[in-house]
């Protein structure tokens, strides 16, 4: 069940941690401190359900056509998650990427909510990240391991985007250097390659 949990933990934050519109967004809203709390909670959420949707529907909707083709989708997903580590690698290499916050005056709380939720749903790599990817790598894991698979996982989102928004006004003046990204990016690459080289054993590719 550890070995589950930090599985879906890791994966989760390698993921999410990723900067982009969203984590832009909330890092902006903590600096500000505009209803960093409501902003935080509602991502955190956000990407709880699409996990566990993944993982509830791929693992009772197509369980048993995932588990004639596991060792193939194991393969996959260990591809898939090699070329996130090479990018986040490649990005470690070549970054001078910096975090810019625009000034903005204040915004109600359901204005701000709605932005969030733009920014979540409207992204199509949250559904390939979190309903398709997670979702799929949940079927090496059974039982109370698939549980804690996806209690990892959702975990992760919840620490990431509570640090995140609360550390924004300490994150900020550090992440604005090019080397932080490349040492943040490496450490991510890492973590990537590791999760898929136990896939690719999983299913059988090592």
Not at 9 to 38: C, D, Y
Not at 51 to 79: D, E
Not at 81 to 105: C, H, M, N, P, Q
Not at 169 to 179: G, I, N, S, T, V
Request: with cysteine; aromatic share 14%; net charge positive.
């Amino acid at each position: 069940m550890i070995n589950a949990f930090l599985t879906g933990f890791f994966l989760g934050l390698s993921l999410i941690v990723a900067i982009g519109a969203q984590n832009t967004f909330v890092l902006r809203q903590g600096i500000i401190g505009q209803h960093i709390f409501f902003v935080a909670l509602f991502c955190a959420l956000s990407d709880a359900l699409l996990i566990i949707i993944g993982i509830a529907g791929i693992s009772f909707l197509l369980n048993n056509f995932i588990s004639q083709i596991s060792n193939v989708l194991f393969g996959f997903s260990a591809l898939w998650i090699t070329g996130y580590g090479v990018l986040r690698l490649r990005s470690a290499f070549k970054t001078d990427e910096l975090i810019k916050i625009e000034a903005s005056t204040s915004k109600n709380i359901l204005p701000t909510i709605l932005i969030a939720a733009v920014l979540t749903f409207a992204n199509p790599h949250v559904y390939l990240d979190t309903m398709i990817l997670i979702g799929s790598i949940s079927q090496q894991f059974s039982g109370y391991n698939k549980i804690s698979y996806a209690l990892g996982a959702c975990l992760a989102s919840f620490i990431f985007f509570f640090s995140l928004s609360y550390g924004a006004k300490f994150l900020a003046p550090l992440m604005e250097r090019p080397y932080s990204w490349r040492v943040l990016d490496s450490i991510i690459a890492l973590i990537m390659f590791t999760i898929a080289f136990k896939l690719a054993s999983a299913g059988n590719w090592l």
